[in-house]
């Protein structure tokens, strides 16, 4: 009974880390359709979002069954209650990669990103990316080290994001107001991306030593 | 041992309703310390969401509790697993009410929203509460019916956040471009808000029934 249970989980582990390979490639194609301009990766970006919602269907759908054929308790089940929250982060994560990639498309072919503010950009996106990297090797490992160090990039994407606020008041190369709006979505955007990377890694503290953090 | 469950299950309940109440309450005061550039509302708002997310942490902790004593399953197991999104929920909203609220409070005693704008802000807010006096309800009374109604609010929302969006870039009173980023993440906050009470309503028909919504 037991063994087939960590099998269970087992499986169920692996369409998570199948879920963030996803959600890592959809935040990487949606800043380079972003920066870039390029409305055929960013059409590519809204339609495989379909593919992360049904995944963290699948995967809820598989921890409730778990659950109620094993009725886990202590760790086990603060490893399946974390994994709907960890699914939640991750398809919220998806969607706002979407968002970045529609934000690519309604303004295509003009880029949204002007040339003062392109660097600023790149580097949240860049930052993103690395937080979720991490986010990842936190669930795969358990590596509750790593999870309490997220804090500190998350940290950096917050300064990324007054910079770039600060690049657009300053009208750095703003001059529309709607590229101001676009700009400030996109930065709250990524700014969210990083929070839901964080609260994973806190998630799996949790999960691993029952301690709540953040 | 199953009055004793359901006992329990009420005591969450009535706490869920608490939390509720709370948000509700946070929501109503950050829209009026917003539109009347109330400082001290504002201030009451931050400093009172701490009390929401002890809440919420207390919950959490109750609902995992009961479930490692009694086991429950289908019915029950829902009901559990999905007061924990929901308290996800009102905690997000919590946090979306306080920058509401921080936004008042930052450009104190100017007004954040221009004349112009003030009649779709006044409109977001009332959605806003509307939408959420009906998610409680909906949760209270497991009103599917009601459930299922607030898709169409939450149009609403989004058209008036389109509305108001339409505004900055006409530069309807919007001269600043920062006076334009505080109304875009305004809005963002709005309609995010939104979207968490229609969360809590496709939870509950997801609990009451066992169907997936949204």
Known sequence: MRNR???DLETVAGQVGELFGLVERAIARSSRALLDADRELAEAVISEDLRIDLLCRQIEAEAIEIQMRQQPV???LRLLLGVHRIVADLERSGDLAKNIAKQARRRHPSAVVPSTCRETVASMAQTAQSLWR?????FDEEDVETARGLDAEDDQMDSLHRSLLLAVIEGAGA???ETAIDLTLIGRFYERIADHAVAIAHQVVYISTGEVVG
Chains 1, 2 share one sequence.
């Open 5 to 7: 249970f960590h099998e």
């Open 175 to 177: 001059s529309e107001v």
């Open 134 to 138: 991490h986010a990842h090797q936190v």
């Open 74 to 76: 202590a760790r086990d």
